[in-house]
């Protein structure tokens, strides 16, 4: 096979959608008065609220930077613990170790990717018997569905640790009733912006709470710490304000935040077309020359499909098939590695956990998102079919 994907446009993983609406909406922030810290950022914040039920949104530069302000928010610090699941970027834990605090990582279903209620269950006790306990377990809705997040906020709370649901890959997905990021069932919840995800504003990411002292200290960590207080400015002057803590600039532009509240209008509209997306690769690998080769993800029409996740019979074949599809230009993907195997974490000792390993070693990400043209994802099915045929 020659490299013919020198000459063929590739098909991406995973792209933004940006329209028109999109572009004046940045535009006229531009030409406003205000491209930080204007009324962008409120508003924006009022949207994330509309569509995640959640009491308080706080946006902040990134999804990373939201899960650092939501841990140290909820005072994790130094030699608190986290429980975190084995296959995630590995932001969820790298926010615990800004805090001080460590990650302990936790297993998952070998088919889904999701941890499972048991596997926190199996990593606090893992913990116990050494002595030690957590602070906060962070499931994370990969791929765009939740986990059983009811189940999981009765183990914690019995564990007396908080729950901070990761989902950047889970805007407007939910699940027997609950929306993810609502916070029904978590102390906390963090969304990415990030372009590959449902809404993009370059960058970017949100706190969303139902507790109003969690809310009021990410607003305060995610610029410097600082609060202003009426007694203060009564007392010493309109100008003074009061840093109580010790927080970072983590701030949004009101460009992005001008971005991500232009995309918001089209969540519904992103989430279908995901949805019809994913359906379609269903239906087509329902096919008997697909299932030697891999297995489809479980349908659920509650995600929001951020990622399309096969599982290949093992490592090998996903490697050739890995090595096929991006030789044909079409963008392919693992998530994740699990966290434990990456060299900072390696020395932690941690895993190797029986479903992460069998789950990473057999998965890969097909192209998905809103524009993905049909004539594309036709031709990652064909090409997907030639390979089948050559196994
Ligand atoms: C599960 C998960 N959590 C957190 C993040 C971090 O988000 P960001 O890239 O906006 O910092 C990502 C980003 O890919 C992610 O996939």
Redesign the pocket.
Known sequence: MGDKASTRRRVPYARQCIDQSDIDAVVETLQSDFVTQGPRIESFEEGLKAVSGAAHAVVVS??????HVAYAALGIGTGDIGIVPAI??A??ANALKYCGADPVFCDVDPDSGLARPADFANAIERLGSDGKSTKVLAP?S?SGRLCDLKAISKIARNAGAFVVE?A??SLGASRDGTVSGSCRYSDAA?L???P??HICAG???AVLTNDETVARRARSLRSHGIVKEPTLTRSEGGWAYAQEALGWNYRMTDLQASLGESQLKRLDAFVESRRDRARRYDEAFRADLFGHCFERPYFDPQSSWHLYVVRFRDSDLRRRAYEWLQNEGIGVQV?YRPVYRHPYYERLGEGPLPGAESFYERCLSLPLYPSLADSDQIRVIAVLEEFCQTV
Request: glycine residues 12%; proline residues 0%; aromatic residues 12%.
């Open positions: 990134s999804g990373t930077a939201a899960l995630t970027f932001a969820t994370v990969y990761d950047a890959h963090i990415s912006f990030h590959v995800k960058e970017g990411g998530h």
